[in-house]
């Protein structure tokens, strides 16, 4: 896609010269997560200096009108502030299943850019989806079916430890067990195991 204003290296969004339905064409098939938030972030720019439907939107209250225009604002000075996976993890941790309308207030209260935070949140719920269907258990096919109904038990007691969710801790039993079957309950062995990981 041809670039119509700007550089990345310049600190300017690249897209705020792009006409809005060109913007609006290319979100969709934009696969690069930084583009089309710049894309994106553009288009909102647009919508906020252009006269057309974005100003006679039901329900487009003055206070509405205002916060667009700071985003705005904060987006084109580099006013905003970044927030961090640590931020993210730890707001998500006080507010377990937060609303949509919730994580936009914190983070619009923190000074974040709330797409910025969304991005984050996607980039750890990769993460963990990743930890969740990654490692040894999965390359070898080894299910919780597969684990010593005694290991499992005295797995789930020892991984308390490290984690609160049962699908983490038998997510990681599995891949224990799966490297060392009686990984709990022979720690020479699991050990050894952790030995060989570290050397390879």
Not at 2 to 24: A, E, F, I, Q
Not at 49 to 63: Q, T, Y
Not at 79 to 96: C, S, Y
Not at 116 to 126: F, R, S
Request: charged letters at 30%; a negative charge.
């Amino acid at each position: 896609m041809r670039r119509d204003y700007g550089s990345d290296s310049d600190g300017v969004n690249p897209y705020l010269n792009t006409p809005p339905t060109k913007l609006n064409r290319d979100i969709k098939s934009e696969k690069n997560p930084t583009k089309k938030k710049q894309m994106q972030e553009a288009l909102s720019a647009w919508r906020l200096v252009v006269p057309g439907p974005f100003w006679k939107a039901k329900g487009a209250s003055k206070m509405n009108i205002a916060n667009e225009l700071i985003h705005i604002a904060k987006l084109l000075t580099g006013g905003a502030k970044k927030a961090t996976e640590a931020d993210v993890i730890k707001f998500l941790t006080d507010n377990q299943n937060p609303s949509d309308a919730e994580l936009h207030k914190w983070a619009e209260d923190k000074g974040y850019d709330v797409h910025e935070v969304e991005t984050l949140i996607y980039t750890l719920a990769t993460k963990f989806a990743n930890f969740m269907t990654e490692g040894k258990a999965t390359k070898s096919n080894f299910t919780i079916d597969d684990v010593d109904p005694k290991e499992l038990e005295l797995g789930r007691k020892v991984e308390k430890e490290h984690a609160s969710d049962p699908g983490i801790i038998d997510r990681i039993i599995l891949d224990h067990c799966a490297a060392v079957p009686d990984y709990y309950s022979n720690p020479k062995a699991a050990m050894k195991d952790l030995e060989e990981e570290t050397k390879g």
